[in-house]
């Protein structure tokens, strides 16, 4: 990526069906090998109750930081990529996944576009974003507060932070950056 302005973003990651922790990695490092997006740190896992359509399995949730050479809606379409690669399908919204990616910030971007919103229109509303959010990036300022105020001040109850550590996506012998 060298040569090209690098934009800090995060994206949200998730899933219910299959091995959602396996699921997770996999998108990582598929992000982190497109040779546009590096990522930079991700959360720890964390296990979270079933949102808006709650007659499902638990979640996995983590939140990665990447920095990337994408517009917005380039970003949008690597993300998509990597989720048909690892066969999701979109049946009913809100409902079980193998994987899940969302835009929720790219460096200073304001986009309202046909399928993406940046900053993700929701999610200073949703914990399983802000609480791991938090936890990577506590002093990110969004809308005059802090990610760890946002997350504070939400109902995280049923929100398990698992024992994984911040590598848990990484094979064995991955550089460590």
Known sequence: MSGLREERAFLSLGGNLGDPAQSMSAA?????????????????LHRTPP???????????????????LAPLELLALCLEVERKLKRVRVERWGPRLIDIDVLLLGNS??????????????????????PLAEIAPDLVLVGRTAAQWAADLDSAGIEKLDSGRDWWREPGDNQQ
Not at 28 to 44: A, I, K, N, W, Y
Not at 51 to 69: I, Y
Not at 118 to 126: A, G, K, Q, V, Y
């Open 51 to 69: 949102w808006g359509k709650v007659d499902q399995p638990d979640f996995l949730n983590v939140t990665a930081e990447v920095a990337t050479t």
């Open 110 to 131: 304001n986009v309202s576009d046909v399928g993406l919103e940046i900053p993700h229109p929701r999610m200073l509303d949703r914990a399983f974003v802000m609480v």
């Open 28 to 44: 990582l490092h598929m992000l982190d090998e497109s040779g546009s997006t590096r990522v930079v740190t991700v959360s720890s």
